[in-house]
């Protein structure tokens, strides 16, 4: 006969247990390391990622300390070391991780406005130049992101050679800025004439975010405008970023920080909002799987390298 004093004692076992476990894996990792890739410059990044990094602390009762990478490698190699634990990638750097063999897991994915779980690369011009489509700017300098940026490097390959276009012989030079608003920056600044980026929506991207932080000026001091840009390439939708912790954590710490990371919309709003400056609904559940069209993307973009070698 099972008596309610049984449950009860079944009950606090359990309870003790769950409670015994998250003691050892808080006991194992007192202190953990969140690295996000150089989407925006260093001082960018910080700003908007240290309010959700001071939630996660408190969320899972450990130290979480953020780390801004120098470039999208360093997360990638950071992770196959072991130091660090939770990383925010682009799609097609979480790919490399993933190809290259590192064990790293997605875990949940960016949401867009919209609900949509996917963005552009697009190809920005000034808009007083005289080029309207790619064809127009042979000879002319190209400014990429980062060897493993999708939107920055991978996309727009993958796009040029639909267009049967090889940048290293078409374009006069290829430059790699290291990081998107780098890239905006060497094209207002005239460095180069036509340079990659990522892009949402016209309310929503990197351009509209250089704009609202006054990042961006003409020659004579003027603040810049987005009619001051003119888009004239848009690739295909790309799976939006995930955040992929180690795959070796133990299964309860994943548990716990997938749950922190689901539970922050509404636990600390205005955390979450910071990160995309309000623009972005909740995570969602994302799993590697997701991510194998983009693997196909750079081993085809590595094909187009080697081929041009």
Do not use: C
Not at 37 to 47: F, K, L, Q, R
Not at 124 to 147: F, H, M, R, T, W
């Amino acid at each position: 006969m099972i008596t309610r004093r049984i449950v009860l004692a079944g009950a606090a076992a359990l309870a003790f247990t769950a409670s015994a476990s998250a003691e050892d894996w808080k006991a194992k990792y007192p202190e953990i390391t969140f690295a996000v890739i150089p989407a925006e410059n260093g001082s960018g990044v910080t700003e908007r990622f240290t309010p959700f990094v001071n939630y996660l602390s408190k969320e899972l009762g450990i130290k979480v300390n953020l780390r801004v990478a120098n470039d999208y490698a360093a997360v990638i190699e950071g992770q196959r070391a072991g130091n660090i634990h939770i990383g925010y990638y682009g799609p097609a750097s979480f790919s490399r991780a993933r190809l290259t063999g590192v064990k790293t897991d997605a875990f949940v994915i960016d949401v867009n406005a919209d609900g949509s779980k996917g963005y552009y690369s697009v190809f920005y011009v000034l808009a007083k130049s005289p080029y309207q489509k790619i064809e127009d700017l042979k000879g002319k300098n190209l400014g990429l992101v980062d060897p493993n940026s999708t939107s920055g490097n991978n996309m727009p390959r993958f796009k040029m050679n639909q267009m049967g276009i090889d940048p290293e012989t078409f374009f006069s030079k290829v430059v790699f800025a290291g990081s998107h608003e780098n890239a905006v920056l060497a094209l207002a600044q005239g460095t180069v004439d036509v340079a990659a980026n990522w892009w949402n929506a016209e309310d929503d991207s990197n351009l509209v975010r250089m704009l609202s932080k006054g990042m961006l000026k003409s020659s004579d001091g003027t603040p810049m405008k987005k009619e001051d840009f003119r888009v004239i390439v848009k690739s295909d939708l790309i799976i939006n970023s995930p955040y992929a912790y180690l795959s070796a954590l133990p299964d309860d710490m994943k548990a716990a920080i997938k749950k922190a990371f689901l539970d922050a919309p509404q636990k600390d709003p205005e955390a979450f909002k910071k990160l995309s400056d309000g623009k972005n609904r909740p995570w969602e559940p994302v799993t590697n799987a997701d991510y194998d069209k983009t693997i196909e993307l750079i081993k085809f973009v590595d094909h187009l390298r080697k081929k041009a070698s």
